[in-house]
């Protein structure tokens, strides 16, 4: 019983790699670290967030592992994933995924009825994303935008409504996630060339420095107008340092080397989004 929820429930909804849970959850901090007034908001937000990004993070992975059943098997990196190895079936995965989606519908009753809206857009892109991959090179956009909308549901939380300095976060938020999810395509390029998926990183210009370049600095410019609109040049300069180490990053990985590739990708949750966050909110208190 213990072996089979470890093994396969667990597993299912990747609990033994949560760098996913923290790139979801820490736009939306970014988010509130901008918009609430006192770290005692903050941190009451945080923990209603974290619950959500957690939710959604497992039923997003768990409609992926559903969709992509047949795919998974024949990629490296995915072979062993429960359903992919027929250690859950179709059927036990729904019946996990009902009760994340519905714990997700609570939280939105707490945000208000404005969310739902949203909140059924994010679904729909949830379920489209796994197919983009086998139809356009583009499905790291797909991601990107359901990946970051936490962004907007802190703004319909805090301020009842979208404003306009969440839809710039949540676009800089946006380049930020087509950046990593690129180098995190390249472990699996070779794979996904054999089996006929598509990503960013098989374009023709997908395996060039220049397009994570551009993603970058794309990224920065739309973060930087987030941060001049809200803080004082000792926080926007603490930030940018972080993201100069970032730079470097990008101009060392070895985009052929798939552990390098993902090296880099958990990066960005484990250690750059974290230091982001840290200076925000020492920013907003102190500075």
């Given at each position: ?135 356009i090179d583009y499905a790291q956009i797909c991601l990107a935008f359901v990946f970051n909308t936490g962004v907007l549901f802190v703004s319909i939380a805090v301020h009842n409504h979208i404003t306009f300095n969440s839809v710039v976060l949540y676009l800089a938020c946006v380049f930020w996630t087509v950046l990593y999810d690129t180098i995190y395509a390249h472990q699996d390029k070779e794979d996904d060339l054999r089996i006929g998926l598509k990503s960013m990183a098989l374009t023709e ?83």
């Amino acid at each position: 019983m213990y072996q089979k929820i470890y093994d396969g429930y667990l597993q299912l909804i990747r609990a033994q790699k949560p760098v996913g849970f923290f790139l979801l959850l820490f736009p939306c901090l970014f988010s509130l670290a901008c918009e609430t007034q006192s770290l005692f908001a903050f941190f009451l937000w945080m923990i209603f967030f974290s619950i959500g990004a957690f939710v959604m993070r497992s039923a997003g992975c768990i409609i992926n592992d559903i969709i992509d059943s047949k795919f998974d098997n024949h990629v490296n990196r995915t072979k062993d994933r429960p359903i992919a190895s027929d250690r859950v079936s179709i059927h036990e995965a729904l019946y996990m995924l009902i009760p994340n989606l519905i714990i997700g519908m609570l939280l939105l009753l707490v945000i208000g009825l404005k969310s739902f809206m949203l909140a059924l857009v994010s679904l729909v892109f949830m379920i489209i994303y796994p197919y983009c991959k086998r139809f356009i090179d583009y499905a790291q956009i797909c991601l990107a935008f359901v990946f970051n909308t936490g962004v907007l549901f802190v703004s319909i939380a805090v301020h009842n409504h979208i404003t306009f300095n969440s839809v710039v976060l949540y676009l800089a938020c946006v380049f930020w996630t087509v950046l990593y999810d690129t180098i995190y395509a390249h472990q699996d390029k070779e794979d996904d060339l054999r089996i006929g998926l598509k990503s960013m990183a098989l374009t023709e210009h997908g395996n060039r420095k220049w397009l994570l370049r551009y993603l970058y600095a794309v990224f920065i410019l739309i973060f930087a107008n987030v941060l001049l609109l809200r803080f004082s040049i000792i926080t926007v300069i603490g930030i940018f340092l972080i993201f100069a180490f970032m730079y470097y990053d990008i101009e060392v990985v070895d985009l052929d080397n798939p552990k390098h590739c993902g090296f880099l990708f958990k990066k960005q949750g484990f250690l750059y989004q974290p230091l982001v966050l840290i200076v925000l909110l020492l920013g907003k208190r102190f500075f």
